[in-house]
């Protein structure tokens, strides 16, 4: 929305229209003596006498005729009787305040053809005596007419033009409009229409405009227009009708303006809209499309306005000419480099791209919004920012965690009651996002300001008066948007907290003039869900430019706060001018609803105590330390005496120990043949062997493949962490709907965990979610216990993470992207590959568990059981 002056007062414009009289008397009386001027004629003259007296009109001039003021609004033809009368033929009364009801003496005007009473006050209905009218074009856009559609419109039959937009008219469109047989223009908008449209708007061969945005028509969407092959400009944004959009849109070859938005009900892949080479601008916005984005887009070259956001479309971007906006749907592959180069509007945020060779690994400044833009399985990269990955992770450590949020939403840094509500005054937002420079918040913009014909569109909106309530200083201005307005709380801390949202309606006015007859709605969202709809800040205050706050509850479970306000399509959009529509926020506070932990406090508080925490830690850390290692110590020696003596009753026991390479054992089972299985146990199975001296032995193939861990599969070292491992294992197989050890997807991978590690690399870890659940899930939710299962099943048991700590990850109190990208350092390190690559075997190989016994012939005891005694066997 660009800046515009404030409405005119009634006096202001009588002095401004006097001066133009005056210039107009004078002209007119050097000019009265050379030929006689034409008069109106005397009866009609009496009718604007009456209009006048009616509506307090002061600048018409009867005594040199208000024809001859070309500041009057009024035209008049004089051609009649030899040039000497006058009959009116067009009255402009546009944005003059007028109210009170509509004047029934318009109709005795015999040769009026045009009307233009928009932006007024008036009131009431329209009145029956205009039926007889001959009118052509018919405006009384902007006014506060009411009541259902006005049946007399539909008797003047000679309309070609009718706009009756932002009104409160209400209820069904009659049948008997289909006799309007000559329309070319037709304008509903922002009115409270009901039931379907009629059908009887597919008579209007010669429409080449129809806006129906913002009414609460309902049912399918019709599918007679191929009946309107004219048609060039078609909008119907914000209503209650049902997809899919019908194929016959296709057969209007002459659209160059087509925007459909918020349709409810089924979805439907993308129209077909190759034969419009005309095109300009295209909104088809939370359509419920799918599929993917026809290239012949990229032909057309007079586009400069395209708008899929909120959609369902997948694959990739085709090259385009116009500013695009693709926010929020299921885009894959590939975020283009000629996207990036191109000094044009884009926001591609909220989609599922993957990182490649042209994909940027940063958030871009300028015209591209890639907030959110990279696919879930990108948020194990730390090579990509947080700004890229889903929900906008935090990397702070638990220090930097924070536990409010407070922001003067499009003005200057304030504070109130002692608290400081930070400054937000970046003035941009067509495609932007902006991150503080402490990265405590964010937030994404979206959307230019439609039909203003302003390139440089204002994002902050100024009260136009000043503002008298208490805390003015956070109403003065607010931030606006046009489609889609974002903040983000970054790195809070996990708990439950108090949104509380400030609201003034400072563009619309509180007086007598137009600009008080807006109407703004709009959709809020906290944290996915939606918290107000259709809300009307002025209807909710009673009155523009009274604050009003708005209080939610919400949870914040990974560390980031997403706080949106989105507009679908509802309100006026031409009050007080085109483009002032969409969200307006004043203010935002967040407050913890918990006791704040004392580790995290302000910075500035930080830095005050560090000298004396680092004290205390010194203090209290000494003796801690010395407690410890005694304790290790008793530990070890406690173990080392249980072992010896462990030791010495199997020496009493007189067994036959020996110890075998796993060559030795795969000969003596003959490779662990099915024919020398001779029993099955709950931890693997019991296999017959005969040793090359003769004798004979019990061989125990451990399922390690299971849930045990690789520490005591491999190396017999059974740790605190060997159930943690189980659980990985246990979890990833409840994701993932198939069993560790019997699921194979591809003959190079072993186990599902094998295969899961692979994915994890990839960055498709989403692959292994239990197909059978289809896209009735979070994939949030599937995430974090993907990546809390791989943590849980690291090959290293330092690596993994303690009991208490999973539960405290699953519930969200405990941050994963730092545990994760240890686990990535980690598993890069030679060691770690090697246990992996040990671990995770190839069945073809072997049979036994440990990759590492059937790929290194080591001398790796095996402990077996010889003449009927069990033993242990670490293969």
Known sequence: MAWRPPCPSAWSLAFFLGLLLAEAVHGAGAQAAAHPAPRLAPA???????????????????????CDFAGSGVHCDCSFSNGTICHVTEIFLKEQNFSGELPPDFADFPNLLQLDLSRNLFHGGVPDQWAQMKLKGLSLMGNRLSGPFPMVLTKITTLTNLSIEGNEFHGPIPPEIGGLIRMEKLILSANEFTGPLPTALSLFSNLTDLRISSTNFSGRMPDFWGKLKRLKKLQIEGSLLEGPIPLSLSELTNLYDLRISDLRGSGSAFPDLRGMQSMKTVVLRKCSISGSIPSYIGSWTTLKHLDLSFNKLSGEIPPSFANIYLTGNSLTGNIPGWLLRRNKIADISFNNFTVGNSGPSQCLPGSVNLVESYSPEMNSLNSVQPCLKRNFPCVAS???????????????????????????????GASLLYVTPGSNWAFSSTGNFMDDNINDDNYIATSASKLTMPNSELYTKARLSPLSLTYYGLCMLSGSYTVNLHFAEIVFTNDTTFCSLGKRRFNVFIQGRMVLENFNIEQSTGAAGKPIIKTFQTHVTNHTLEIQFYWAGRGTTGIPYRGSYGPLISAISVTPNFQIPLAVEPPATQDSKRSSRASIALVIGIPIIAIFTALIVGIYCIKKRKRSLMDKELRDLDLQIGSFTLRQIKAATRNFDAANKIGEGGFGSVYKGLLSDGTIIAVKQLSSSGYMAPEYVMRGYLTDKADVYSFGVVALEVVSGKSNTNYRPKEDFVYLLDWACVLHERGTLLELVDPDLGSNYSTEEALLMLNVALLCTAAAPTLRPKMSKVVSLLEGHTPLQPLLSDLSLAANSPSSSGVRRNFWQNPSESQSLTAEASCNDTNEPSTVDIDGSLRALMS
């Open 398 to 428: 638990n220090g930097q965690y924070r536990s409010s949020l407070h922001i003067n939403c499009g003005d200057k840094e304030a504070t109130i009651n002692g608290i400081k509500y930070e400054a937000d005054t970046t003035p941009k």
């Open 44 to 66: 009609e003259e009496r009718v604007l006498q009456r209009i006048a007296a009616v509506l307090g009109v002061s600048h018409w001039d009867f005594v040199a005729g208000p």
